[in-house]
């Protein structure tokens, strides 16, 4: 049996002074991606009005996915560190229990206060078809 879809959004605030180099490790790490998960549904960073936020948002078709986003992104995600403050991740749907250590260790590393908070679906439908997950 398939599993359900997996949304990913993690918060950021970004360091003073860092937007630029925060734009440019961005797209290189989306072309990094783009290549290298075509799993992956939708991927994207949104950067507030001001610039001093951001947000990611990711649409997994299940765990697995999120498992080999963290595995293959990890070492790229590194560079981020010193262009970021993360405040937050958001995870709603089932998680594995590997996906869960996963995102508990990189918000470890990336943000002094920064939590993993799982939400699960009490009801809903989705459109997605078995063939786009």
Do not use: N, W
Not at 15 to 37: M, N, Q, S, T
Not at 81 to 109: C, T
């Amino acid at each position: 049996m398939p599993s359900d879809p997996i949304v990913y959004i993690d918060r950021s605030r970004i360091r003073p002074g860092r937007i630029g180099d925060l734009r440019k490790a961005i797209d290189r790490l989306v072309r990094f991606i783009e290549h290298r998960e075509p799993q992956l549904l939708h991927y994207g960073f949104y950067l507030d009005e001001e610039q001093s936020r951001m947000t990611v948002v990711a649409m997994h078709p299940d765990p697995a996915s999120v498992e080999r986003h963290m595995e293959i992104g990890g070492p790229a995600f590194r560079g981020f560190a010193d262009l970021i403050e993360m405040e937050g991740i958001e995870i709603y749907g089932v998680p594995s229990e590997r996906m869960l250590e996963q995102l508990h260790q990189k918000a470890e590393m990336r943000g002094e206060d920064c939590r993993v908070v799982v939400g699960t679906l009490h009801e809903g439908f989705s459109r997605l078809s078995p063939a786009t997950v």
